[in-house]
């Protein structure tokens, strides 16, 4: 008699077999993924800085040389202040409005807390409402921040400096952060021709 067909042994021999190739299968397919991810995330944390970065150095390039006034009216003490303490940087910048009828200057605040660089952009230069404002997130997770401003050659912590000093701007901005155990400087150039337009 012959015997078509095949036995039980060759039958779970490849089955096991088959379970191998599944196994490994799934395995490389599993740290395929969890490569994309990790690359996914660390891409992402690039790009937010960047554009961080490039949100910055934009609004530091088209600062516009104008003393502000705070929400009661009275002068602030310069056109670019800077307080270690409350980690905000206040300044007026070039900002390009859709309408025609609306001044392009606009008063810029970076401020740092809970562990967020936030940018706030108020709709004047000159703001008397303190809650009429647009706020971004631009980094998280941030564990130190500092800033120095450099003017001809010192690095200070606050400004302005002096009083004489309330209406110049640093001739260099230096921020610098540490975000997951990563540190990054950023050194950015005010537009000092354009600002004392």
Request: proline content about 3%; aromatic content about 12%; overall charge positive.
């Amino acid at each position: 008699m012959i015997r078509k067909g095949f036995t039980i042994i060759e039958v779970l021999i490849s089955l096991v077999i088959l379970s191998i190739i599944t196994l490994i299968t799934s395995n490389i397919l599993k740290s395929s993924l969890d490569t994309e991810s990790t690359t996914t995330k660390h891409l992402n944390s690039i790009k937010s800085i960047n554009l961080s970065s490039s949100k910055i150095r934009r609004d530091l390039r088209q600062i516009v040389n104008i003393k502000s006034r705070d929400f009661f009216g009275n002068k602030m003490n310069g056109s670019f202040i800077y307080d270690e303490r409350s980690n905000s940087m206040i300044f007026n910048s070039y900002v390009r409005s859709i309408s025609e009828g609306i001044s392009p200057i606009k008063r810029i605040e970076y401020i740092y807390e809970d562990s967020f660089l936030k940018r706030r952009q108020y709709f004047t230069a000159s703001p008397y409402n303190q809650d009429e404002f647009v706020e971004s997130i631009l980094l998280t997770d941030i564990e130190e921040f500092n800033v120095s401003l450099f003017d001809y050659d010192n690095w200070h912590s606050s400004w302005p400096i002096k009083n004489n000093q309330s209406s110049k701007i640093p001739t260099l901005v230096k921020i610098e952060f540490l975000q997951k155990n990563k540190s990054y400087i950023w050194i950015v150039e005010p537009n000092i021709s354009y600002a004392s337009n």
